[in-house]
């Protein structure tokens, strides 16, 4: 009898002839509206729970039933990241709730230390994203607050940002950092310079991120840990995923964003590195793997939920045929394991992380390739990943993380990038492509869109 074990590596380790799962239909408006439909019905129930249980924390817990901050006080992280969601959404009443919430409550000036990189892409973000929607001027009163107290994070010996900072003091602490947590800032702070006037931000950003790519290896790959005092690698493994993933984000981005050719010019030269030694074939499909940045030699097949964003950045780019490669890859992940794991070794087909957190990288792919290509393909993948999401993770106050995405069991949490990034990209999958207007707006890590106001030579 086959084990359950062999059973799925078989299933893993099947050549991808054609998609597990997917039937061929071509999605009529009706079925597209009746998505979104779905979709928009989800974020009710989420938006519902957090405002019955958890309304003023930054973010719900939704089997308990309570609310939960990040830190000592709270930074409104649920609604935050909410509201542009609504916005697009149409969710009007939904919409005007979360933004009295941050609007009437949301103070920075505390005695708190907190994580600059995630303090950025959620609630700078959300600020800013959130003030060019709704052209409420309190919005950028609260950004432009947040912005000065978050430069001090940048003044090490390099440039590039310690990880945390004191909102009050501007006391700065912990120098080894990584890639991501270094080089998400062009987007938010080049906004923040646009809207302000001051060019200090877009500045402070650029420096820190093109700190990181001039210590790229001869071969042009960055490492997972830098040391932003000495500006000394600690580690040197290189990988698509966690702790690089938004920095190569944000060097394409800023280009579509601001028009920075510099910008342009470094994530090519990344992205040739990348397709070279980390874009890996194996039975069941294409992946990302991990390498030394300096001999481009394997060191871990690992591959996870993270690193499935890549092929919408593939696929923005015009490089449709990678970014498909890569996307069949992200869904025989997700099919073959239930729901996508947090990591699992792509030539074995074990799991190595067997969580999932509501993450959206996997559906934000399908979105940017459905966009490109129009190819009914991305929104059968995207409805059965929507479908799993809202089958298996809803509880009777929200919806849940996977603690293990093999035995389905739930965990306490329900991450602010749920409502932020899962849902939208979900329905706009869906909507019509007025809905958000790619050659308007540019999405920040965190799907907040930023309005795009330069010309851009094609
Ligand atoms: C989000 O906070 C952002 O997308 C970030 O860049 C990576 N992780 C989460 C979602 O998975």
Redesign the pocket.
Known sequence: MMTRTCLLLFIFLFPVFSIPGISQNTFTDKQKASECKKIKSACRHAWKGYQKYASGYDALKPISKKGQNWYGVSFLMTPLDAFDTFYLLGLKDEAQQAKELVVSNLNFDVDQEVQVF?IN??LMGGLLSSYELSADKRLLTLAEDLGKRLLPAFNSPTGMPYRFINLKTGKARDSLSNP?EIG?YLLDFGKLTQLTGDSIYYQVAKKAAFEVFKRRSDIDLVGTTIDVNTGEWRNTESQIGARI??YY?YLYKAWLLFDDKDCKQAWEIHNKAIKKYLFTEVSSGWYFTRTDMKSGKETQSLYG??DA?YAGILAMSGDTATAGKIQKGNYHMWTTFNIEPEEFNFRTGQITDPSY?L???NLESCFYLYRKTKDQEYLRMGQRMISDILSKCKTSAGYAAIKNVSSLELSDSM?S?FL??TLKYAYLLFAPEITLDLSKFVFN???HPLKIEVTRDK
């Open positions: 995630e892409i959620r991501a998400t993933d938004s984000e939920a993270l964003f957190p993450r959206p990288e991450e990038f932020a990034e890590t965190e799907a």
